[in-house]
């Protein structure tokens, strides 16, 4: 909002670039944001050595890994 009133010193080009502040917002939080549980596949090494693949537990989601 700041920059569209500096830029065209109206409401009109506030109003612009208040949706794009929130526009920018709302695509650089979801992509920042962890996936829902379920979603996100990690890779864990069993006592034995193999490799499998299962679906993260929290210590993922909290960022314990």
Not at 20 to 35: H, I, Y
């Amino acid at each position: 909002a700041l920059v569209g009133q500096a830029i065209g010193g109206n409401t009109e080009s506030t109003l612009i670039g208040a949706g794009a502040g929130a526009l920018l917002g709302a695509v650089v939080g979801s992509s920042t944001t962890p996936q829902r549980r379920g979603e996100q596949m990690c890779r864990y090494q069993d006592r034995r050595g193999r490799i499998y693949t299962a679906p993260c537990d929290d210590r993922y989601y909290n960022g314990d890994y």
